[in-house]
């Protein structure tokens, strides 16, 4: 195997990425590393789709990582994830196995392919109250009033990422970002796709199943362990929609109907991040999420076999 191997399997949400990414593992002895942004907070199970279940193939477990390593209510954040990525990722490769990042995160995925140092810019809340109420517009107009060179990164695809762009543009007037020493990774990156159609009837039928067994109780009780309203609707989907049907603010019917929604609007913008990350330079082997598991797995091992003896 070449040095420093890192098999990549994303895809959006309610695609099957952990099945996958499982029995590879089994096939190539591997330990999979999580790349999702919720996946990392205890007690947060359902709404994430943890299905830790899944990890149990062929009689054994296949060791996981970067799951349940923070308590619901604790922020994290890109760089947080990098730090963790590499430790794991050096861990692993050390012990002659395999490491597999498996998940939706496309801004974590891409900040490791890409190694972007600015991850470490820290956040300013003075700047980000400043400019909460400006339209896009507006804030592409403010960061084209900086240096070139201070935005030539720039994601300028909403208004969140136009004030980050802001963000680290003020900061590199001031400072410098040091670069850390990274291990040079040779991936290989596989996505899982469907029509929309099926990926929207994938999505609700989830969606139903999560609800019946036990999603509202699961956010009732992180409410109860002291997790805030506030917290809850910053971590999106899932654990917005169900706190505001506990506090009144919506039916079960409307709950169900908005979230579904926001659920496939949610997966429409995954796959707009990861084709970003084509246009960036990252080669992503596109499979077809429908077809039958075991073709699914075959044409999965054929890219990794095709990979592997190239590199040697």
């Given at each position: 195997m070449?040095p420093?191997p ?11 990425k952990t099945k996958l990414?499982?029995?590879?593992a ?14 990392i907070?205890?007690g947060?199970?359902i709404?994430t789709g943890?299905?830790?279940a899944?990890?149990?193939i062929?009689?054994?477990q296949?060791p ?7 308590s619901?209510?604790?922020k994290?954040n890109?760089?947080?994830?990098k ?18 990042l ?8 891409h ?7 600015l991850?470490a ?5 003075s700047?980000?109250?400043k ?8 804030l ?17 695809s ?8 802001i963000?680290i543009?003020e900061?590199?007037q001031y400072n410098d970002?040091k670069?850390?020493?990274r291990p040079i ?12 159609t099926t990926?929207r009837d ?8 999560r609800?019946k ?6 956010v ?6 002291g997790?805030?309203?506030?917290i ?14 506990l506090v009144g603010?919506i039916d ?10 926001a659920?496939c609007q ?7 991040f ?8 990252v080669?992503?082997?596109w499979?077809?999420?429908?077809d ?15 990979k ?5």
């Amino acid at each position: 195997m070449f040095p420093n191997p890192l098999l990549i399997i994303l895809g959006p949400t309610a695609s099957g990425k952990t099945k996958l990414a499982v029995s590879l593992a089994d096939e190539f002895n591997g330990e999979i590393i999580s790349a999702d942004s919720r996946q990392i907070f205890k007690g947060m199970d359902i709404g994430t789709g943890k299905d830790l279940a899944e990890y149990h193939i062929n009689g054994k477990q296949i060791p996981y990582h970067l799951i349940n390593i923070r308590s619901a209510g604790d922020k994290y954040n890109v760089n947080l994830f990098k730090e963790d990525f590499y430790h794991s990722f050096q861990d692993i490769n050390q012990r002659n196995r395999l490491p597999i990042l498996c998940g939706g995160t496309g801004m974590y995925i891409h900040s490791v392919l890409q190694n972007y140092e600015l991850t470490a810019v820290p956040r300013d809340e003075s700047l980000r109250a400043k400019y909460e109420g400006f339209s896009r517009e507006q804030l592409q107009d403010t960061l084209n009033s900086y240096p070139k060179k201070l935005r030539e990164q720039a994601d300028s695809s909403s208004s969140k990422r136009l004030i980050r762009a802001i963000e680290i543009a003020e900061y590199l007037q001031y400072n410098d970002v040091k670069k850390k020493e990274r291990p040079i990774i040779n991936p290989i990156v596989i996505g899982l796709q469907s029509d929309l159609t099926t990926r929207r009837d994938r999505i609700l039928a989830r969606l139903d199943l999560r609800l019946k067994n036990g999603l509202i109780e699961e956010v009732e009780s992180l409410l109860a362990n002291g997790v805030s309203l506030e917290i809850l609707t910053f971590y999106g989907l899932e654990y917005k929609f169900v706190a505001s049907y506990l506090v009144g603010d919506i039916d079960f019917v409307s709950l169900k109907e908005r979230l579904g929604i926001a659920i496939c609007q949610f997966a429409k913008r995954q796959m707009t991040f990861f084709r970003k990350m084509e246009k960036d330079g990252v080669q992503i082997n596109w499979l077809n999420a429908d077809d039958q598991f075991s073709m699914l797995k075959s044409k999965a091992i054929q890219l990794i076999n095709s990979k592997f003896d190239n590199e040697k």
